[in-house]
């Protein structure tokens, strides 16, 4: 071991700023995975010691119905066992409107009795009136929401009929995401000044019950009240059902990146086994002479994997100081997703996780070329021709195993999925192979159809693709992979923000109006239709829940432990509507679709949609019995129906014939085109809440940008984290022009002694680099628009629409990046004289 | 007296397509320890693939060479090279030294690979050598009869009980030839080791008390240098 070290230490010397570059193909796989790892602990860590601000109490009591009078006096009972605090909420959607700029908007309202929320702030600006709104009666407004319709502090809300003096901004809630706020901006009012008609018939408020107890454990007091809870059909929260909840998620988070840091770090692998397996062909005399002077293959062997394995150190502490350096960014990359705003903190297991990680993939990857070392014969020492020993090497072959049962086991590790192990190596090995295989048929093709028509630098620079030694595969490998990677996710999110698009053209609906109770029918569609608006349909919606399938009750089966029913399907509330046709969302699937009944038929004939039918094991014939505000209707599944919920308009599981919901107790939906533009659509808003306030209003316009926004967000973070491995290419790629230098300094040293101007050795490389480039962004951007037709044809089942324009951005960025490398990599290798680079090389 | 090298029916063949080529045929020898001799004949006539046989740096096709008391056929790769590292120095034509160490490193690396230390042995046979004032230099920084300077005191550094020349001079002009022929001749004489020198240069075969010739893979004479005398007069 003392020759091996002593000659590892001194071998090293001369090529340490060549072996930089196998250092940092390592570092950037290892800094991703630590910059993920140690934020998902952090996070993990805020999260756990901010628990009760997720929550904002100790207990939660909800329940999307008024409390009953028993759910009001078990809530009572609890706050007088157990001293405390507590506090009245209810939250729902509805329109909020601004008089000074006469701009409304569909917001969440929370209307709010007591000191709620007991832990955690609510930011506000002016600071503290959270404290006060309450007593003032005054309202709290989002931020964004004040910034949109362009109002202050000290203006006003109206928020059903009754108007609010805005006390402050709402900059941040503790325990909120910024995504939530995005999507449905919030406005919090005192519960005591609330239209009450907010909360009438048909709205979908959920109330809740807050409380803070000054030293009673909240899960003992839970354990306690249980089964009078699902009694009465209410539903808790806790801070430590909360915080698992977040853990998971944000543990699933954390551990999907951690995959595609993963995959980085294989790129990185890749890139070193590259560089390895030149240096080791440039070493090969060494070990030839080596072995001459006495040294067995295992100390040559040894000396070497000391090397690597002292690189792969380095490479891996400094990709973890990177990490850590990236993890700052993260927040800004992550922030509106998370519920807490998360400090900075080192997780030394992250660390110490990533530096292993690292150091084992360095060198499991430099091992696969460096066992070659052991077959070096010593006879090549004095015959150059002399030939390594052939036959099978099985040490190599145990390391590509162990390469494969190393994917396999960090995929386990991060997702504890046995379909996740198995398909995680299987799909990597599936692109990487996919890809060598281009990089093979392209050598084969060019090499078969050379354009012997071309000039010379060109001819040069396209044989330089499949001469001895070169890069081509590695290169397609790396820089392939990373450009597959984000046109990938470039891809399908384009596909699934252009489903959406076309989904909510044409004849679909613009604005949806919704609660329109039956007295202000007539009213709504005078307003709408003098405002010049089309209405595409007025739908009536009534409120049902199940009662009984085939004449058991629905209380009986929830009980019954054998029934394969989901809960849910039984006790949910069922706004179903009646319609004597099925609209173009919907395609029949089985039976018959009744158009009307006498109002008085005693079994009505109903279409089910299909897939609620299968939850609750029914077909055609079945029967189902309904409670509609108390009376019970029987009714038998007369059709199935498909349903595309995707469509961007009222559906429903229940459709009932024309006749017997007539005269229920309904409100309407209203669908419009929406107007022309914008603007339209906004004066058609502040208009219909000007006169009817408790009518929601979907813009269906600021929906679509909404999801853009989110889906634009989500696949920013998924990006930021392919971008390890495009920046990992890239490196990889600085390491081969680096690292293939000596044969390139040759090859040009010969060139200029025949006479080549610097300028032809120039566009040699310039054509090498520019094909290189061109071929592994075709493959790459090839592979991604198959990745991307599959993903979206059997994952999310929209239609692929391939972004041409995205295409041929990454078809000139990949090329024209691998250039810039390759010739500045090149730069010393033109600027040298013939003939010093024929002394230095010999 | 033993031998530090004896040679018994030696063939090496290789198949090349659908024909089998004998490059050495049937050579036997034997090497008295301290004894010098030369290895000539022209080019293809299979001189470097005896010395590397007779180094154990190939395996014969049939026949046997004792190298240092060791039957090489009977060893395998790692415990030939043990053998090389205790009792074998090399010269090379391409000189042959690792490019990343310094010249004195360079004269270390056989003791080190015993897990000895030899700094000041090193120094001495640099000093020996005329290097004394070159010992950090790299290989790049010397000359071709420097480097080949420097690989001779390699060769000595572990008191080896043979050594295998090849081609020592053929990299070199005259005069630099000259003086590493006089080196190679003086140490060999002080450290009383046993040489095996391959070249094309007569006037260095003439300098061993034995030439073997070979011609076509065969040994076709093997004349001691006192019946080279006897013939000159």
């Known amino acids: 071991m003392a020759f091996s070290s002593t000659f590892a230490w001194r071998d090293s010397r001369t090529s340490r700023r060549r072996l930089l570059l196998f250092v940092a193909s390592a570092a950037l796989g290892v800094a991703a995975l630590v910059a993920i790892r140690s934020f998902s602990d952090s996070l993990q860590t805020t999260v756990t010691e901010q628990a009760r601000s997720l929550t904002g109490s100790d207990l939660t009591l909800h329940s999307r119905r008024a409390f009953s009078d028993e759910a009001v006096a078990l809530a009572d009972s609890i706050a007088r066992a157990y001293p405390g605090e507590q506090a009245r909420e209810a939250a729902f959607a509805s329109m909020a409107y601004f008089p000074s700029t006469d701009g409304a908007r569909l917001t969440e309202i929370r209307a709010i009795e007591g000191g709620y929320p007991f832990y955690g702030e609510i930011v506000t600006t002016p600071a503290s009136v959270a404290d006060s709104y309450q007593q003032r009666g005054e309202a709290l407004v989002d931020a964004s929401l004040l910034l949109q319709y362009d109002v202050s502090p000290g203006d006003s809300v109206r928020v059903g009929q009754t108007m609010y003096r805005i006390a402050g901004a709402i900059d941040e809630i503790a325990g909120q995401t910024g995504v939530g706020s995005f999507v449905g901006p919030r406005v919090y009012v005192p519960l005591a000044s609330l239209d009450s008609t907010l909360l009438g018939f048909g709205s979908r408020a959920e109330y809740r019950r807050h409380f803070r107890f000054d030293n009673a454990d909240e899960e003992a007091i839970l354990a306690e009240i249980q089964p009078t809870l699902t009694d009465l059909g209410l539903r808790s929260d806790t801070p430590t059902e909360a915080q698992e909840d977040w853990n998971n998620a944000l543990g699933d988070l954390g551990r999907f990146l951690s995959l595609v840091g993963f995959v980085a770090l294989l790129l990185g692998g890749i890139g070193v086994a590259s560089a390895i397996t030149v240096y080791v062909r440039q070493k090969a005399d060494t070990v030839a002479t080596l072995r001459c002077l006495g040294a067995t293959a295992g100390q040559t062997l040894r000396a070497y994997v000391l090397q690597a394995a002292v690189l792969g150190l380095i490479g891996a ?351 309407d939906i209203l669908l419009t085109r929406g107007g022309s533009d914008a603007e339209a659509a906004a004066q058609l808003q502040r208009e219909v809440v000007r006169a009817y306030p408790n009518v929601s209003i979907v813009d269906v316009r600021l929906v679509l940008n909404l999801v853009q926004g989110v889906l634009g967000q989500v696949s920013f973070v998924l990006q930021f984290m392919a971008l390890f491995s495009i920046l990992t290419g890239l490196v990889v790629l600085a390491g081969a022009v680096l690292i293939s230098r000596f044969q390139r300094i040759e090859e040009s040293m010969l060139l200029r002694t025949l006479g080549a101007a610097r300028e032809q050795v120039r566009w040699i490389l310039f054509a090498e680099y520019l094909l290189l480039g061109l071929l592994a962004a075709a493959v790459g951007v090839g592979l991604a628009l198959v990745g991307g037709w599959a993903l979206s044809a059997f994952v999310f089942e929209v239609p692929f629409v391939p972004a041409w324009s995205g295409v041929l951005v990454a078809l000139l960025i990949v090329p024209a990046l691998t250039v810039a490398i390759g010739l500045a990599g090149s730069k010393g290798v033109l600027q040298r004289p013939p003939l010093e680079v024929l002394r230095s090389a010999g | 007296m033993s031998f530090a090298l004896s040679v018994r029916n030696l063939t090496k063949t290789f198949d090349s397509g659908s024909r089998r080529l004998t490059v050495l045929d049937d050579v036997s020898f034997d090497l008295d320890d301290g004894a010098t001799c030369a290895v000539v004949g022209p080019s293809g006539s299979g001189k470097t693939t005896l010395l590397g046989l007779c180094a154990g740096l190939d395996r014969p096709s049939s026949g046997t060479v004792e190298l240092c008391d060791e039957r090489l056929d009977a060893l395998d790769e790692d415990d030939r090279s043990r053998v090389r590292g205790q009792s074998v120095g090399f010269i090379f034509q391409q000189f042959r030294l690792i490019p990343t160490l310094t010249a004195l490193e360079n004269v270390t690396v056989p003791l080190e690979l015993r897990g000895e230390r030899g700094d000041n042995e090193a120094k001495r046979l640099l000093e020996r050598v005329g290097l004394g004032d070159r010992m950090t230099h790299y290989p790049t920084q010397l000359s071709g009869g420097e480097q080949q300077r420097v690989a001779l005191a390699r060769a000595f550094i572990n008191r080896p009980r043979i050594l295998f020349a090849d081609e020592p001079t053929g990299n070199l002009d005259t005069e630099t030839s000259d003086r590493v022929e006089d080196l190679l001749f003086d140490l060999n004489a002080e450290a009383g080791t046993a040489l095996v020198v391959v070249t094309h240069d007569l006037d260095l075969a003439a300098r061993t008390e034995r030439i073997l010739r070979l011609k076509g893979g065969r040994l076709v004479s093997d004349e001691p240098q006192s019946v080279r005398e006897n013939e000159a007069a």
């Not at chain 1, 919907?586 to 009744?594: R, S």
């Open chain 1, 317 to 667: 502490v400094l990709g973890a100081a990177l990490g850590v350096a990236v993890q700052t960014l993260l927040p800004a990359v992550l922030g509106s997703f998370l519920p807490v705003e998360v400090g900075f903190a080192v997780s030394w297991q992250a660390v110490a996780e990533g530096i292993g990680i690292g150091i084992a993939v360095a060198l499991v990857f430099a091992l696969l070329p460096l066992v070659r070392v052991r077959r070096i014969p010593p006879l090549r020492a004095i015959r150059q021709s002399a030939e390594s020993e052939g036959g099978m090497d099985w040490l190599r072959l145990a390391l590509f195993g162990l390469v494969a049962l190393g994917v396999a086991a960090f995929a386990w590790v991060q997702t504890g999925d046995v379909q996740a192990t198995v398909g995680f190596p299987l799909g990597i090995a599936a692109v990487l192979g996919l890809l060598a295989l281009a990089a093979r048929g392209v050598m084969a093709a060019v090499r078969r159809f050379f354009p012997s028509g071309w000039p010379y630098t060109a001819r040069q620079g396209l044989a330089n693709l499949y001469r001895p030694g070169n890069q081509t595969l590695v290169l397609m490998l790396t820089l392939g992979l990373g450009t597959f990677l984000i046109a990938t996710l470039w891809l399908v999110q384009t596909s699934l923000l252009d489903q959406i698009a076309v989904t909510s053209g044409g004849e679909q609906p613009g604005l949806i109006l919704f609660d329109i109770q039956p007295d202000q029918r007539d009213g709504i569609r005078d307003l709408v239709e003098a405002q010049d608006e089309t209405i595409l349909g007025q739908i009536p919606v009534v409120t049902t829940s199940l009662a009984a399938v085939n004449g058991r009750d629905t209380d009986d089966i929830r009980q019954d432990s054998t029934s394969t029913i989901p809960s849910w399907v039984l006790r949910r509330e069922y706004r179903s509507t009646y319609r004597a046709q099925l609209v173009d969302s919907e395609t029949l699937i089985e039976g018959e679709v009744i158009a009307r009944v006498p109002a008085d038929t005693a079994v009505v004939p109903i279409s089910l949609e299909a897939d609620i039918a299968g939850d609750l094991g029914v077909g055609i014939g079945d029967r189902l019995t309904w409670n509609v505000q108390g009376v019970r209707i029987e009714s038998e599944v007369a059709s199935l129906r498909a349903v595309d919920w995707a469509r961007v308009q009222p559906n429903f599981f229940v459709v009932f014939p024309e006749g017997p919901l007539d005269g229920a107790p309904q409100f």
